[in-house]
């Protein structure tokens, strides 16, 4: 009976203490929707990704992560965030004339 109570007294102890997490909600791998756009323009050298929202969100934008790691919604119709898109998407291709 010691021997069991000690072992659940173990378990729960490094239960408690271990703040290890899954490796599935570490990430955050759901669809990426937009509820508020913003509207300034964000300089390229501080745009690290630019994403689609997913395409069953209802209001379509592209989602600007900077390399501080803060994601901001845009309108597809944000000039500046549209060509920034375009080039990261084809970088070669953006200096290139047929």
Do not use: D
């Amino acid at each position: 009976m010691k021997t069991l109570c000690l072992s659940l007294g173990m378990l729960l102890l490094i239960a408690c203490c271990c703040n290890a997490m899954p490796q599935a909600q570490q990430y955050n791998t759901g669809p990426v929707c937009c509820n508020k756009f913003s509207s300034f323009v964000i300089p390229k050298k501080y745009v690290s990704e630019i994403k689609k929202t997913h395409s069953f969100c209802m209001r379509k934008g592209l989602v600007v992560k900077t390399v501080k790691g803060r994601s901001i919604c845009f309108r597809e119709s944000e000039p500046w965030v549209l060509k920034a898109y375009n080039q990261m998407q084809n970088p070669e291709g953006s200096s290139q004339q047929q």
